[in-house]
Protein backbone atom coordinates (compact mmCIF):
# COMPACT_ATOMS: atom_id res chain seq x y z
CA UNK A 1 0.00 0.00 0.00
CA UNK A 2 1.84 3.35 -1.27
CA UNK A 3 2.10 6.07 1.56
CA UNK A 4 -0.59 7.85 -0.85
CA UNK A 5 -3.38 5.34 -0.06
CA UNK A 6 -2.50 5.31 3.51
CA UNK A 7 -3.01 8.93 3.83
CA UNK A 8 -6.14 9.11 1.94
CA UNK A 9 -7.26 6.04 4.14
CA UNK A 10 -6.10 7.77 7.54
CA UNK A 11 -8.06 11.14 6.51
CA UNK A 12 -11.28 9.38 5.54
CA UNK A 13 -11.48 7.50 8.42
CA UNK A 14 -10.96 10.70 10.94
CA UNK A 15 -13.33 12.09 9.00
CA UNK A 16 -16.07 9.56 9.01
CA UNK A 17 -15.02 9.61 13.07
CA UNK A 18 -15.17 12.92 13.58
CA UNK A 19 -18.50 13.14 11.91
CA UNK A 20 -19.60 10.67 14.49
CA UNK A 21 -18.34 12.15 17.38
CA UNK A 22 -19.46 15.48 16.40
CA UNK A 23 -23.47 14.21 15.86
CA UNK A 24 -23.33 12.14 19.09
CA UNK A 25 -22.08 15.19 21.31
CA UNK A 26 -24.90 17.42 20.19
CA UNK A 27 -27.33 14.15 20.22
CA UNK A 28 -26.67 12.80 23.52
CA UNK A 29 -26.35 17.06 24.92
CA UNK A 30 -29.68 18.51 23.37
CA UNK A 31 -32.01 15.69 23.25
CA UNK A 32 -31.21 13.27 26.54
CA UNK A 33 -28.87 15.01 28.78
CA UNK A 34 -30.39 19.01 28.48
CA UNK A 35 -32.02 18.55 31.50
CA UNK A 36 -28.85 17.56 33.77
CA UNK A 37 -26.73 20.65 31.98
CA UNK A 38 -29.45 22.59 32.70
CA UNK A 39 -29.47 21.93 36.59
CA UNK A 40 -26.16 21.68 36.50
CA UNK A 41 -25.87 25.42 35.38
CA UNK A 42 -28.45 26.88 37.72
CA UNK A 43 -26.70 25.20 40.82
CA UNK A 44 -22.98 26.96 39.58
CA UNK A 45 -24.55 30.19 38.99
CA UNK A 46 -26.95 30.26 42.20
CA UNK A 47 -29.67 30.69 39.56
CA UNK A 48 -28.61 33.55 38.10
CA UNK A 49 -28.77 32.33 34.50
CA UNK A 50 -30.54 30.20 32.53
CA UNK A 51 -29.68 27.16 30.39
CA UNK A 52 -30.34 27.05 26.36
CA UNK A 53 -30.06 23.71 25.21
CA UNK A 54 -28.98 24.77 21.38
CA UNK A 55 -26.69 26.96 22.00
CA UNK A 56 -25.49 24.91 25.12
CA UNK A 57 -25.00 21.90 22.83
CA UNK A 58 -23.44 23.46 19.92
CA UNK A 59 -21.02 25.05 22.07
CA UNK A 60 -20.08 21.92 24.23
CA UNK A 61 -19.78 19.90 21.41
CA UNK A 62 -17.99 22.69 19.88
CA UNK A 63 -15.25 22.49 22.72
CA UNK A 64 -15.11 19.33 23.20
CA UNK A 65 -14.01 18.28 19.25
CA UNK A 66 -11.38 21.53 19.67
CA UNK A 67 -10.30 19.61 22.81
CA UNK A 68 -9.74 16.60 21.13
CA UNK A 69 -7.62 18.53 18.11
CA UNK A 70 -5.70 19.72 21.07
CA UNK A 71 -4.94 16.34 22.32
CA UNK A 72 -4.17 15.12 18.95
CA UNK A 73 -1.16 17.55 18.68
CA UNK A 74 -0.07 16.12 22.25
CA UNK A 75 -0.03 12.88 21.50
CA UNK A 76 0.86 11.98 17.94
CA UNK A 77 -0.65 8.92 17.28
CA UNK A 78 -0.29 7.40 14.23
CA UNK A 79 -2.91 5.48 12.34
CA UNK A 80 -6.13 3.77 13.76
CA UNK A 81 -5.18 4.15 17.23
CA UNK A 82 -5.43 7.94 16.61
CA UNK A 83 -9.46 7.24 17.83
CA UNK A 84 -8.34 7.11 21.00
CA UNK A 85 -7.81 11.20 21.39
CA UNK A 86 -11.34 11.45 21.86
CA UNK A 87 -10.96 9.85 25.20
CA UNK A 88 -10.31 12.74 27.14
CA UNK A 89 -13.26 15.04 25.65
CA UNK A 90 -15.53 11.70 26.09
CA UNK A 91 -14.46 11.42 29.85
CA UNK A 92 -15.44 14.95 30.58
CA UNK A 93 -18.58 14.88 29.07
CA UNK A 94 -19.54 11.87 31.01
CA UNK A 95 -18.77 13.95 34.25
CA UNK A 96 -20.69 17.04 32.80
CA UNK A 97 -23.89 14.55 32.11
CA UNK A 98 -23.33 12.81 35.56
CA UNK A 99 -25.27 15.45 37.62
CA UNK A 100 -25.61 14.27 40.82
CA UNK A 101 -29.19 13.78 42.45
CA UNK A 102 -28.24 14.92 45.94
CA UNK A 103 -26.06 17.72 44.77
CA UNK A 104 -26.22 19.52 48.11
CA UNK A 105 -23.28 16.93 48.88
CA UNK A 106 -21.40 17.25 45.52
CA UNK A 107 -22.37 17.83 41.69
CA UNK A 108 -20.81 15.24 40.52
CA UNK A 109 -21.34 11.57 41.65
CA UNK A 110 -17.59 10.56 43.52
CA UNK A 111 -17.37 7.05 41.92
CA UNK A 112 -17.78 9.17 37.90
CA UNK A 113 -15.07 11.32 39.35
CA UNK A 114 -12.84 8.30 40.38
CA UNK A 115 -13.50 6.33 37.15
CA UNK A 116 -12.88 9.01 34.47
CA UNK A 117 -9.75 10.21 36.85
CA UNK A 118 -7.82 6.38 36.27
CA UNK A 119 -9.09 6.39 33.32
CA UNK A 120 -7.25 9.28 32.05
CA UNK A 121 -4.49 8.17 34.21
CA UNK A 122 -4.09 5.06 32.44
CA UNK A 123 -4.65 6.84 28.86
CA UNK A 124 -1.60 9.69 29.68
CA UNK A 125 0.80 6.55 30.43
CA UNK A 126 -0.18 4.53 27.28
CA UNK A 127 0.57 7.88 25.57
CA UNK A 128 3.23 8.16 27.01
CA UNK A 129 4.98 4.66 26.64
CA UNK A 130 3.54 4.38 22.62
CA UNK A 131 5.55 7.02 22.01
CA UNK A 132 9.10 4.91 23.89
CA UNK A 133 8.69 2.29 21.13
CA UNK A 134 12.06 0.69 22.55
CA UNK A 135 10.06 -0.16 25.59
CA UNK A 136 6.49 0.05 24.24
CA UNK A 137 5.24 -0.83 20.79
CA UNK A 138 2.14 -1.70 19.70
CA UNK A 139 1.22 -1.71 15.35
CA UNK A 140 -1.05 1.32 14.86
CA UNK A 141 -0.21 1.68 10.99
CA UNK A 142 -3.76 1.85 8.45
CA UNK A 143 -3.12 -1.77 6.77
CA UNK A 144 -5.19 -4.19 4.89
CA UNK A 145 -8.74 -2.54 3.46
CA UNK A 146 -9.84 0.39 3.89
CA UNK A 147 -12.85 -1.12 5.48
CA UNK A 148 -11.35 -2.67 7.41
CA UNK A 149 -9.40 -0.20 9.17
CA UNK A 150 -12.46 2.40 9.57
CA UNK A 151 -14.54 -0.32 11.79
CA UNK A 152 -11.33 -1.19 13.85
CA UNK A 153 -11.81 2.51 14.49
CA UNK A 154 -15.58 2.93 14.60
CA UNK A 155 -15.55 -0.15 17.38
CA UNK A 156 -12.85 1.61 19.69
CA UNK A 157 -15.46 4.70 19.85
CA UNK A 158 -18.63 2.95 20.18
CA UNK A 159 -17.08 1.32 22.88
CA UNK A 160 -15.90 4.95 24.52
CA UNK A 161 -19.58 6.13 23.57
CA UNK A 162 -20.79 3.26 25.17
CA UNK A 163 -18.79 4.34 28.18
CA UNK A 164 -20.35 7.98 27.98
CA UNK A 165 -23.60 7.02 28.40
CA UNK A 166 -22.89 3.99 31.43
CA UNK A 167 -21.73 6.82 33.54
CA UNK A 168 -24.12 9.98 32.41
CA UNK A 169 -27.20 10.42 34.68
CA UNK A 170 -29.90 8.43 33.05
CA UNK A 171 -32.64 8.23 36.35
CA UNK A 172 -35.77 8.42 34.21
CA UNK A 173 -37.37 10.08 37.12
CA UNK A 174 -34.69 12.47 38.11
CA UNK A 175 -34.89 13.95 34.15
CA UNK A 176 -38.90 14.05 34.45
CA UNK A 177 -38.08 16.42 38.06
CA UNK A 178 -36.01 18.39 35.95
CA UNK A 179 -37.77 19.05 32.65
CA UNK A 180 -41.19 19.53 34.54
CA UNK A 181 -39.32 22.36 36.58
CA UNK A 182 -38.13 23.70 33.70
CA UNK A 183 -41.36 23.92 32.40
CA UNK A 184 -42.85 25.28 35.17
CA UNK A 185 -40.48 28.43 35.01
CA UNK A 186 -41.95 29.11 31.82
CA UNK A 187 -45.46 28.76 33.15
CA UNK A 188 -46.22 25.96 30.71
CA UNK A 189 -48.21 23.90 32.63
CA UNK A 190 -49.53 21.75 30.21
CA UNK A 191 -46.73 20.45 28.54
CA UNK A 192 -45.35 19.91 32.09
CA UNK A 193 -48.34 17.64 33.09
CA UNK A 194 -47.08 15.33 29.85
CA UNK A 195 -43.38 14.80 31.03
CA UNK A 196 -43.42 11.12 32.13
CA UNK A 197 -47.82 11.00 32.20
CA UNK A 198 -47.22 7.28 30.50
CA UNK A 199 -44.73 5.97 33.06
CA UNK A 200 -45.55 4.08 36.27
CA UNK A 201 -42.15 5.57 37.75
CA UNK A 202 -42.40 8.27 40.26
CA UNK A 203 -41.36 9.88 43.46
CA UNK A 204 -42.44 12.49 46.26
CA UNK A 205 -40.50 15.41 44.37
CA UNK A 206 -42.34 14.47 40.77
CA UNK A 207 -45.75 14.47 42.72
CA UNK A 208 -45.42 17.77 44.45
CA UNK A 209 -44.35 19.35 41.34
CA UNK A 210 -47.61 17.66 39.34
CA UNK A 211 -49.67 18.32 41.79
CA UNK A 212 -48.59 22.08 41.66
CA UNK A 213 -49.27 21.83 37.56
CA UNK A 214 -52.48 20.29 38.01
CA UNK A 215 -53.47 23.11 40.64
CA UNK A 216 -52.65 25.62 38.39
CA UNK A 217 -54.31 24.22 35.08
CA UNK A 218 -57.75 23.69 38.06
CA UNK A 219 -57.32 19.84 37.29
CA UNK A 220 -56.38 18.69 40.80
CA UNK A 221 -59.49 17.46 41.43
CA UNK A 222 -59.82 15.82 37.99
CA UNK A 223 -57.06 14.13 37.36
CA UNK A 224 -54.14 13.63 40.22
CA UNK A 225 -55.18 10.11 39.89
CA UNK A 226 -54.45 9.34 37.02
CA UNK A 227 -50.39 9.85 37.68
CA UNK A 228 -48.81 6.95 39.94
CA UNK A 229 -48.70 8.27 43.60
CA UNK A 230 -45.84 7.44 45.75
CA UNK A 231 -45.83 6.84 49.75
CA UNK A 232 -46.27 9.59 52.08
CA UNK A 233 -49.79 10.24 51.94
CA UNK A 234 -50.67 13.93 52.03
CA UNK A 235 -46.88 15.06 53.11
CA UNK A 236 -46.09 14.95 49.42
CA UNK A 237 -48.50 18.20 48.41
CA UNK A 238 -45.86 20.44 49.15
CA UNK A 239 -42.00 20.97 49.74
CA UNK A 240 -40.76 20.67 52.61
CA UNK A 241 -37.00 21.55 51.73
CA UNK A 242 -35.81 17.73 52.85
CA UNK A 243 -38.20 15.09 52.13
CA UNK A 244 -39.74 16.84 49.10
CA UNK A 245 -38.33 19.21 47.24
CA UNK A 246 -38.01 21.39 44.32
CA UNK A 247 -34.14 21.70 42.25
CA UNK A 248 -34.59 24.87 39.93
CA UNK A 249 -38.12 26.28 40.26
CA UNK A 250 -38.70 28.61 43.34
CA UNK A 251 -40.25 26.95 45.86
CA UNK A 252 -41.63 30.13 46.93
CA UNK A 253 -43.67 30.39 43.73
CA UNK A 254 -45.32 26.94 45.17
CA UNK A 255 -46.83 28.97 47.96
CA UNK A 256 -47.52 32.16 46.85
CA UNK A 257 -50.71 30.49 45.24
CA UNK A 258 -51.94 29.18 48.52
CA UNK A 259 -51.34 31.89 51.03
CA UNK A 260 -49.15 34.60 52.54
CA UNK A 261 -47.94 32.59 54.99
CA UNK A 262 -44.83 30.67 55.28
CA UNK A 263 -45.21 26.78 56.46
CA UNK A 264 -42.32 26.78 58.47
CA UNK A 265 -42.24 22.68 60.37
CA UNK A 266 -45.75 22.13 60.01
CA UNK A 267 -47.02 19.15 57.71
CA UNK A 268 -48.44 20.27 54.65
CA UNK A 269 -52.07 19.56 55.97
CA UNK A 270 -51.26 20.74 58.60
CA UNK A 271 -50.35 24.11 56.99
CA UNK A 272 -53.49 24.26 54.37
CA UNK A 273 -55.75 23.71 57.34
CA UNK A 274 -54.39 26.33 59.37
CA UNK A 275 -54.56 28.85 56.04
CA UNK A 276 -57.95 27.94 55.63
CA UNK A 277 -59.11 28.25 59.33
CA UNK A 278 -57.60 31.81 59.85
CA UNK A 279 -58.63 33.74 56.77
CA UNK A 280 -55.54 32.97 54.64
CA UNK A 281 -56.20 30.60 51.95
CA UNK A 282 -56.18 31.89 48.62
CA UNK A 283 -58.38 30.04 46.04
CA UNK A 284 -56.85 27.20 45.17
CA UNK A 285 -56.19 25.87 48.85
CA UNK A 286 -59.78 24.50 49.19
CA UNK A 287 -58.54 21.19 46.44
CA UNK A 288 -55.45 21.02 47.85
CA UNK A 289 -57.15 20.01 51.23
CA UNK A 290 -59.66 18.11 49.98
CA UNK A 291 -56.41 16.12 47.54
CA UNK A 292 -54.16 16.01 50.91
CA UNK A 293 -57.40 13.71 52.50
CA UNK A 294 -57.51 11.99 49.64
CA UNK A 295 -54.09 10.89 49.54
CA UNK A 296 -54.12 10.11 53.66
CA UNK A 297 -57.46 7.60 52.73
CA UNK A 298 -59.49 10.09 54.97
CA UNK A 299 -62.81 9.88 53.37
CA UNK A 300 -64.82 11.26 56.92
CA UNK A 301 -62.24 14.50 56.38
CA UNK A 302 -62.81 14.58 52.75
CA UNK A 303 -66.30 14.59 53.55
CA UNK A 304 -66.54 17.33 56.09
CA UNK A 305 -64.96 19.88 53.38
CA UNK A 306 -66.66 19.18 50.35
CA UNK A 307 -69.98 19.44 51.64
CA UNK A 308 -69.38 23.10 52.25
CA UNK A 309 -67.36 23.73 49.56
CA UNK A 310 -69.02 22.04 46.18
CA UNK A 311 -72.29 21.31 44.77
CA UNK A 312 -72.27 17.92 44.79
CA UNK A 313 -75.03 17.89 42.30
CA UNK A 314 -73.11 19.77 39.71
CA UNK A 315 -72.19 18.01 36.75
CA UNK A 316 -68.76 20.01 36.74
CA UNK A 317 -67.62 18.58 40.13
CA UNK A 318 -64.51 17.29 39.83
CA UNK A 319 -64.08 13.09 38.93
CA UNK A 320 -61.89 11.82 41.70
CA UNK A 321 -64.11 13.61 44.19
CA UNK A 322 -67.35 11.87 42.71
CA UNK A 323 -65.24 8.38 42.83
CA UNK A 324 -64.49 9.44 46.52
CA UNK A 325 -68.01 10.66 47.08
CA UNK A 326 -69.39 7.18 45.50
CA UNK A 327 -66.64 5.35 47.85
CA UNK A 328 -68.10 6.81 51.05
CA UNK A 329 -71.85 6.12 50.50
CA UNK A 330 -71.47 2.13 49.65
CA UNK A 331 -68.45 2.01 52.41
CA UNK A 332 -70.28 3.68 55.55
CA UNK A 333 -73.48 2.30 56.99
CA UNK A 334 -74.21 6.19 58.50
CA UNK A 335 -72.92 8.40 55.70
CA UNK A 336 -73.03 11.67 56.73
CA UNK A 337 -74.34 12.31 53.19
CA UNK A 338 -75.27 10.26 50.30
CA UNK A 339 -74.06 10.46 47.05
CA UNK A 340 -75.74 8.81 44.36
CA UNK A 341 -74.60 9.45 40.70
CA UNK A 342 -76.31 6.41 38.09
CA UNK A 343 -72.76 6.55 35.71
CA UNK A 344 -70.61 6.61 38.54
CA UNK A 345 -72.66 3.82 40.83
CA UNK A 346 -72.78 1.35 38.22
CA UNK A 347 -68.83 2.13 37.16
CA UNK A 348 -68.31 0.93 41.15
CA UNK A 349 -70.37 -1.55 40.34
CA UNK A 350 -68.38 -2.96 37.23
CA UNK A 351 -64.95 -2.54 39.80
CA UNK A 352 -66.37 -4.66 42.10
CA UNK A 353 -67.34 -7.24 39.72
CA UNK A 354 -63.81 -7.23 38.16
CA UNK A 355 -61.96 -7.95 41.98
CA UNK A 356 -64.45 -10.50 42.76
CA UNK A 357 -63.47 -12.10 39.44
CA UNK A 358 -60.22 -12.62 40.21
CA UNK A 359 -59.00 -14.66 42.96
CA UNK A 360 -55.17 -14.76 42.50
CA UNK A 361 -54.08 -11.34 44.15
CA UNK A 362 -51.36 -10.12 41.07
CA UNK A 363 -53.80 -11.37 38.24
CA UNK A 364 -56.62 -9.04 40.10
CA UNK A 365 -53.93 -6.40 40.47
CA UNK A 366 -52.95 -6.30 36.61
CA UNK A 367 -56.60 -6.48 35.52
CA UNK A 368 -58.09 -3.74 37.88
CA UNK A 369 -55.14 -1.71 37.26
CA UNK A 370 -55.63 -1.93 33.58
CA UNK A 371 -59.17 -1.09 33.75
CA UNK A 372 -59.32 1.68 36.88
CA UNK A 373 -55.60 2.14 37.49
CA UNK A 374 -56.25 6.07 37.02
CA UNK A 375 -59.33 6.12 39.38
CA UNK A 376 -59.19 6.99 43.24
CA UNK A 377 -60.44 3.33 43.68
CA UNK A 378 -57.51 2.07 42.86
CA UNK A 379 -55.43 4.00 44.85
CA UNK A 380 -57.86 3.49 47.79
CA UNK A 381 -57.87 -0.07 47.65
CA UNK A 382 -54.69 -0.99 45.78
CA UNK A 383 -51.96 1.53 46.89
Known sequence: MTQEVKANNSTLVNSVCAIVFILFTFVYLYFFQSDIIAMEQHVLSGGITHYNKTIGAVLLTVVLFLVKLGVSKLTRFDGWINILNYLPSLMFLAVLTSGNQDFDVSLFPTNVIVIVCIVIILYAIFAVLSRQKSIFYIDTSYTGSLTGGLWKSLLALSAMLLMVCALGNTNEIFHYRLRIEHLLESNDYDNALSVGEKSDDTDPDLTMLRIYALSRTKQLGERLFEYPIPKGGSDILLPDGVNVKCMMFPETEIFKQLGIRKMGKMKPLEYLLYLENHG?????????????????????????????????????LPKHYREALTLYTHLRSNPVLVFHSEIMDADYADFQKLEEKYNNKSERFSYVKDTYGETYWFYYFYQ
Open 280 to 316: LAMKSVTDYILCGYLLDKNLDGFVNIIKNKYNLSSPA
